[in-house]
C-alpha cells in the first residue's frame, strides 16, 4: 500500500485537513467518548436519588446513603465535565489550525498562481474568500467534529440505554426523529441557495468598497461621490437581506425540528405509564420512568440538533465550493538557473503575438541585442512596447524564440526569470512603507548608491525622517518623479543581465534624467538596457533604436534609424522643435 506523505496531500480536498490534524482528532474522539457516553449518567443518577429518596421516605435507607449516592453522582459529573473541557479545547484548536492551513495554501495561490487566472475574480471576492469563507469552512467542519460526538456518540448511547429499558417502545417513540432529518435534507436547495446569494453579496460589497477607496479621488474630483455612495449603501441593503435570508432558512427550522423529534414523548407518557402498572411491554419502577422519559427528551433534542448540524453543513459547503478552486496545489517553483556561459545576450527569432481575441501584435519579429547596449524602444501609440517587456517577464505565451544568454524565456518559471529580467513598469508600483524598505524589500542592502544613481539621494537626505519616510499607499507622499526614481532604485539595486525599463523618465525633467543615463551607461556596461519610451529627446545616445510598429520591429543605430525611417525621423524632429519652443518661452 502507498502511503501518501502530508506534502501530497491534495489541499483541495476535505479529507486533507481531516488527516493534518488526526492527533487532535484522536484526542477529541477520546475526550468526546469519554463525555458523551458519560451524559447518560445524568438520567441513570437522577433516577437512581428518586428511588433512594422514596426509600429514604420509607425508612429502607438513611440520609447518609442519599449523601453517598449523590457524592458520586457529583465526581462523576466532575470527570464528565473536565472530558467536556478538554473536548471543546480540541475542537477549537482543530478549527484554528484548519483555518490556518487552507490560508496558507490559499494565499500561496494568490501568490505563485497565473495572474490571469487570478484575475478572473474580482479583488473584493478573493478577499471574501481568503477570510470569510476560509472561516465558514473551518467553522462547518468544527461544528461537525463537535456534533459527531456531542449529537452522534449521544444519541447512540441514548437510544442504547432506552432500548434496554423497553425496545418496542423505543422503536415507536423515536419514529418521529429521522422525520426531521429528512424535512432538513428537503431544505438542502433553499439553504445552499441563500448562502451562496449571501455570499456573493459579499464579495461584490469587498469589491466596491475597495473600488471607492482606492478611486475616492477620481470620484470626488468628477462628482460622482454621491452616486457611489448611494451604490454602495444599496449594495449594503442586499447584503443585510441576504444575510437575514440566509440565517433565517438556517436557524428558523430549529423549533420545527424539536417539535417533530419530540412527538414521540405522547407513546412514552401513555406506554411509560403502562409499564409502572405493569400492564405495558416492560416492568417499570418510578425511577425506570423518570429516566426514560429525561433519556427520551435528551435524545429528542439531540436530534433535532442532527438535523439542525445538516443545514450549518450546506451552508459551510457553499463556502468550500468557493474556496477549493483556490486550494489547488502549488509549487513553488525552483529559481536555480541552468549554467550559461559569456556576457549578457538577447536573442529574438520570429517572434509572434496576439492578446486573446485579438489580432496579432507582433508577427516574426527577429532581432538581437549584446551586453553593454541601451536600446530605445519606441513607436505609434499602442504598438506593443509595453507588451514587448512583458513577454520578456515570461507573462505572456508567445510563438517564436525570445532567449537570454541561450535560455528560453517560455521554458524558465518566473523564479529563474527574476534572476535574469529585472523590470520597472508603466506604475511605479510603490509598497506604502519607508523609502529604505521599497527598495530593499526585506533584503539587506545599502540604499545609498542606488539613490544616488537616479539622482534622489539629495532629496531623501533633505526629508526629516530621512530613509525612514514613509511614503503612503502607492507612494502618494512623494511627486510623481520622486516615485519613479525610488521605484527604478529599486530595480537597479538587483543587477540583472537585462533590465526591462518602461518609461521610466515620463515625470522626470530632461536635466535629471540626463544625469541617470549617465549613470546608467556605466552601471550597464556588461548588461542589456530597453529602454521603452515616448520621449525620444536621448535616443541619440543611445546604441540602438528598436522601433515597433504594425506588428513588425525595426533595430538600427540612430543615426541609421534618423536616415532610413521616415516616421521615426519626424517624430525626433517634432519633439526637439517642441523643446526648442519651450527652451525660447
Ligand atoms: N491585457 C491585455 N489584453 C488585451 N489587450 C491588451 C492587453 N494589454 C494591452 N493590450 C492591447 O495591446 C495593444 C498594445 O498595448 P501596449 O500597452 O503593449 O502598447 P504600448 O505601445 O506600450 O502603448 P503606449 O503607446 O500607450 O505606451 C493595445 O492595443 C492594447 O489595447
Redesign the pocket.
Known sequence: MIRKSNRERRPDRLSTYFYQERRVLAGITLTGILYNAGLTAGPYFEGQLTLCLMAVLAGEKSGIDMIKLGGVYLIVILIVQGARCLKRFGVRRFANDTARSMRRVLYRNLVYQNPAVLSADEAGSLMTKAISDVDACAEGMRKFTTEVFDTGVVMIAYLGMLMAYDLRLTLLACVFAPLAALLAQKLKHPITRSAAAYKNSVSQLNTMTLDRVSNALTYRVFGCENQRDQALGDQLAVVEKNAVVSSAWENAMQPLYNIIAMAGVVFVLLRGVQNVSDTGWAAWDLAAFTTYLNCFSRLALKSSHAAKLFNAVQKAKVSWQRIQPQLQPVKIPDSTLPPTAGPAELKVEDLSFA??H?PP?FEHVSFQVHAGQIIGIT??????????GRLLLGELPYTGSLRINGLEIAQLNSAQISHLVGYLG?APQLLSDTIEENIQLGEDLDCAPWLKLTALKEEVVAMPEGLKTQIGAQGTRLSGGQQARLALARTLARPRPVWVLD?PFSAVDPATEDEILRNLRVLGKDRIILL?S?RLTHFAQFDQVLW?ENGTARIADPATMMAENPAYARLVKTQQKKAGDDDEK
Open positions: 492578446y486573446p485579438q501584435l513607436g505609434p501609440l499602442a504598438c506593443g512596447k509595453s507588451t514587448l508603466h518609461d521603452i515616448h515597433l
